[in-house]
């Protein structure tokens, strides 16, 4: 297998670490415009190699997409990250750019890759893949649902003072401070629904916080978060190259799910060697559902901006 990150910046080399300590791959290239950063931060893992034990051969560069040639996975990564007191969609005018030459870039010489699209807008940037590679839509993947349903457990576990790894919850819609809906009535604490042991203002709390989780740490670390994004990135990249068929929220192309059309957004779905190969139909209650559809809305309106650019 052969994995390519786009973009050598914090999301990108934490999701390239992660690939590579879990020898996710047999080859790992890592390419980025800033001269030197993807070729010195694949030297550098490469230096864990012989700590850590693991085989895959990392090797980067600033501009030789050909050194991509036959990826089986491609993550892209690069772009703007926001600052402090900016959202997610103001990075549409320079991502959208960046993103769009990428892609072509990397089809190229990976017309097979499937693509998982990390940088922001996502659920924008997920369409703007989409749209403009002519790739099959089961083969284009947004990384955000996984991330927010991550953060969703955490704040969780911390309410309810248990091991993260005993929840299920999971996290749909747009991958925005105000667009994403952590399904709390889904959540469960091994098989027993969160609800019964949280008090409705507990429960309120905990979405609310889930919801702006990127834009708390923007605004502790001055820039946005690498660790909690590098690791689900590298999940999705496990279960699709290990065929694995894992449920996860992702981005991805709706043809009628969900009740909408013409628009990448935040379901859950089945990972595995095929890209994602099976949208999973949750029955939502009209509330939920009503918060789904408004969430589309705002990323179709994001996604008109693409036509202005
Ligand atoms: N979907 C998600 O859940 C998450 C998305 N993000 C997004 O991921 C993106 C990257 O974030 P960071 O890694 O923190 O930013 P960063 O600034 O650390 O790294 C971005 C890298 O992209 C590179 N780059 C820019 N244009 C390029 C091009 N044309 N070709 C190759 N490389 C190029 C830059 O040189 C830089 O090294 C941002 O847009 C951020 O908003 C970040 C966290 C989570
Ligand atoms: O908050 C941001 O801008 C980066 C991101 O998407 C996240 O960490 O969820």
Redesign the pocket.
Same mark, same amino acid.
């Given at each position: 297998m052969k994995v390519t990150v786009?973009?050598?910046?914090?999301?990108?080399a934490t999701t390239a670490d992660n690939i590579a300590r879990r020898e996710l791959c047999e080859e790992l290239v890592l390419?980025?415009?800033?001269e030197g950063?993807a070729e010195g931060k694949a030297l550098d893992m490469t230096q864990t190699a012989a700590l850590l034990g693991f085989d895959t051969k990392i090797t980067g560069s600033t501009s030789d997409y050909s050194k991509t040639k036959g990826s089986d996975v491609v993550v892209i #990564? /690069?772009?703007?990250?926001?600052k402090p007191g900016m959202t997610?969609e103001e990075?549409i005018g320079t991502?959208a750019n960046?993103v769009k030459?990428?892609t072509q870039n990397i089809l190229q010489y990976s017309p097979d890759a499937i693509i998982v699209v990390?940088?922001?807008p996502?659920d924008t940037m997920t369409y703007l893949t989409l749209q403009s590679s002519g790739v099959a839509k089961n083969k284009i993947i947004g990384?955000?649902g996984i991330?927010d349903s991550a953060r969703f457990k955490c704040y969780l576990s911390m309410a309810l003072n248990c091991s993260p790894n005993d929840l299920n919850a999971i996290v749909i819609g747009g991958?925005g401070d105000t667009t994403m809906i952590p399904l709390i009535r889904y959540a469960t604490w091994n098989s027993v629904p969160v609800t019964e042991f949280l008090s409705a203002e507990q429960q309120q709390k905990i979405v609310a916080d889930t919801m702006v989780g990127?834009a708390t740490l923007t605004k502790l670390i001055g #820039? /946005?978060?690498?660790y909690a994004?590098g690791a689900a990135g590298a999940a999705l990249v496990e279960s699709i190259v290990r065929d694995e068929k894992k449920l996860f929220s992702c981005c991805v192309s709706l043809d009628g799910e969900y009740g909408q059309k013409d628009i990448c957004l935040g379901v859950p779905v089945v990972l595995g060697k095929n890209g994602w190969e099976k949208i999973v139909d949750y029955k939502l209650n009209g509330d939920e559902q009503a918060a789904f559809n408004k969430s589309a809305d705002a990323v179709r309106n994001m996604n008109d901006v693409l036509k202005m650019l």
């Open positions: 786009v973009g050598a910046g914090a999301v990108g390419l980025d415009i800033k950063l #990564t /690069s772009g703007l990250p926001r997610r990075l991502n960046i030459g990428v990390i940088s922001n996502m990384m955000g991330l991958h990127g #820039t /946005s978060a690498w994004p």
